[in-house]
């Protein structure tokens, strides 16, 4: 419904041609409007197959500038179309426009430079981000949060691997009876150690602490 309803029918005849229209647009239009390009030589469709047609523009206010490619619709036919990009439409204000034609033999021509309008949204406009941008965007944000993730869940691994190990070392020393108290001072201290593993970014701390105090030592992954 409403197919290329937003496209400006833009008929180029000859090179030195001024279009007569302002063209408009806005930011509620984004991906909505754009221009339909018909290219004539002496009145006739001109045959620009092989050739790249490009829309160029840059805003006089905010001094944003780029360069959308035209989709053939019939390359022999000279007909062409692209819809404006979101970043041309963000801010109310004139844009200059060309239409440039690269024939593939490394010689260009370009038309003469036409207006368009960006007017404002009346109500609750908001700023619009190019379907590209927010594709790398995308993939830029899961990219690094599997970078992360990895780097966390090494990290993590590793650390649980020490902790199990300093775990059953202790279980093999209770085990023993090294901390009943049987082995102090004259065998009546009966001073009980305790020792704790506390998982780190970069490893573990263990905590010891014995009748002559606490002792911390850090593990680092990998020992």
């Known amino acids: 419904m409403l ?18 229209d302002v063209l408009v647009a806005s930011p509620a239009d984004a991906c909505g409007r754009g221009i339909s390009l018909a290219v004539r030589q002496n009145g006739a469709a001109a045959d620009l ?37 979101a970043a041309m439409q963000e801010a109310e204000g004139a844009v200059l426009a060309q239409v440039m034609v690269s024939r593939g033999d490394n010689t260009y021509i370009s038309s003469r430079v036409f207006t368009i309008r960006v007017e404002p949204v009346v109500v609750g406009g908001e700023g619009h981000e190019d379907g590209f941008t927010l594709f790398v965007d995308a993939i830029n944000a899961y990219e690094h949060a599997t970078e992360i993730t990895t780097d966390a869940a090494t990290a993590a691994n590793a650390a649980a691997a020490l902790a199990d190990t300093a775990r059953e070392n202790l279980t093999a020393a209770a085990e023993r009876g090294d901390f009943d108290g049987a082995d102090g001072q004259d065998g009546v201290d009966g001073f009980s150690p305790t020792a704790t593993v506390t998982a780190t970014e970069g490893g573990c701390t263990i905590t010891i602490t014995d009748k002559n105090g606490t002792t911390t030592a850090d593990v680092a992954k990998g020992r």
């Open 49 to 85: 197959s092989g050739a790249t047609v490009y829309f160029v523009w840059r805003h006089k206010v905010t001094g944003e500038r780029g360069t959308e490619l035209f989709t053939a619709v019939d390359a022999a036919a000279g007909t062409f179309e692209v819809y404006y990009p």
């Open 3 to 20: 197919d290329g309803y937003g496209l400006h029918r833009l008929v180029w005849d000859a090179a030195d041609e001024r279009f007569g």
